[in-house]
């Protein structure tokens, strides 16, 4: 049998408990994730692409541990075909939130398909505990002095508070 190989792409500015949801559960369902951490420079990231990087690698290695998938973690710039292509993946997994986020994640997952067919977009719903999660409302929660401990990781939560000039 082949190897089920996927990519989840994201910002993660920051990584979020409901972005490990998601990379939790496509693990369950392949043998390779690659998370692609896009640069996008557009969003006005609070953190460097390495950082990035390096907080989803922290971050997602017990995942790996428990179950037993390979979990690995690029920065990418440019089409999210290219780099499933690059990756051997014949799966890009998306997270949904709400019903607000389907119209726009199915028009991408249709530009993706005719850019390149053999890739196959996979929609996972958040968990209930996490659907209202958003790394937006995650820094303005925490740029506003307000307590975001429960939408994050530890790791990510102490590098958060101190982006913003908080200590944590």
């Known amino acids: 049998m082949p190897e089920r190989v996927g990519v989840y792409p994201g910002t993660f500015d920051p990584v979020t408990n409901g972005h490990l ?40 290695d017990a995942i790996a541990r428990a179950t037993g998938t390979s979990i690995g973690v690029v920065a990418f710039e440019g089409l999210l075909v290219t780099l499933a292509r690059e990756q051997g993946a014949g799966m890009i997994v998306r997270g949904l939130r709400a019903v607000s986020d389907f119209d726009y994640e199915v028009q991408m997952a249709g530009m993706n398909r005719r850019l390149d067919s053999e890739v196959e977009t996979v929609f996972l719903m958040a968990s209930e505990t996490n659907q209202f999660i958003s790394s937006r409302f995650v820094k303005e929660i925490a740029r506003l002095g307000g307590d975001i401990s429960s939408f994050v990781p530890q790791l990510t939560l102490e590098r958060t508070l101190r982006r913003v000039g908080r200590s944590g």
């Open 21 to 60: 949801d998601v990379i939790q559960r496509a693990a369950r369902l392949l043998d390779r994730l690659v998370i692609g951490v896009a640069m996008n420079a557009g969003k006005g990231p609070i953190f460097p692409i390495e950082e990035r990087v390096e907080l989803v690698r922290a971050e997602t």
